[in-house]
């Protein structure tokens, strides 16, 4: 049988495996609180693989598995317990922080729409999916960061658009892969980039649709910053590591000359180092 120290260890690697930008830093938390964010980030990591990583399965195949996890999540969660490898750590950080299990329905909801939905017209259709999929994650994460006020809700929900929009613009090559588009198809007839996108070439066309996302989605990180200073010293470290390390990225694909087509652009190593050292310093915001 799984010890809740092994589960937590499971999410940990999950974790680690499949976002190491985040992991560096949620390493800024102390131990107490880095493991529940561990759990919570494995269980969406756990689900995610369902969606993306089951090789050749079909469809329908995946949303079988994909339901299969959500019954018994919430199986567990009712009875206070779980002998499952990843949902043994979930269910104990649930239940220890009391989180709302209405989140883990709005998430499992977008990653079901990710087995059938392939483009989105909108901004506005693209924001109904990353209700569940990214603003909700803020949501997961507020109880674990202990706020002092209930207005870092709506600060937390942007950071966790603001993450993944960074994520569509840096993988749109490997989104492409999976027969995937997260750019809303309204922006790429906007700038005429259409023919950029599926020959996967950089164009003026490209360039500035590409100008347009980040420059939104730096709107999405300023608003998120207004929650940091709500947060205790030692969450507060945290989250700003995490932001500044993730719009970095945006940075990156600007230097890499908008060119996510064909490459995954990264933040070196030495980077995420520089961030955890300058945030940890005495006086640091938060």
Sequence with gaps: ??????SY????ELNRRSGTTYYAATWLLPGVKRHHVHALYGFCRHADDIVDDL???PAEVRGKALADLADRFFEDLAAGRSDDPVLKAVVHTVRAFDIDPDCFRRFLRSMTMDLSVATYRSFDDLLDYMDGSAAVIGELMLP???PSSPGALGPARDLGIAFQLTNFWRDVGEDLDRGRV????????????RHALEARRVTPEWAELMRFEIGRTRAYYSSADRGIPLLPAVSARCIAGARSLYSGILDRIETAGYDVLGRRVRVPAWRKAAVAARVLRPGTPG
Excluded: K, S, V
């Excluded at 049988?1 to 092994?6: A, H, I, V, Y």
């Excluded at 260890?9 to 940990?12: E, G, M, S």
């Design 1 to 6: 049988m799984t010890t809740l120290e092994e």
């Design 9 to 12: 260890r499971r999410c940990r």
């Design 55 to 57: 090789g050749p399965a």
């Design 144 to 146: 674990i960061l202990e």
């Design 182 to 193: 997260y750019l809303p198809q309204e922006d790429i007839e906007r700038f005429g980039a």
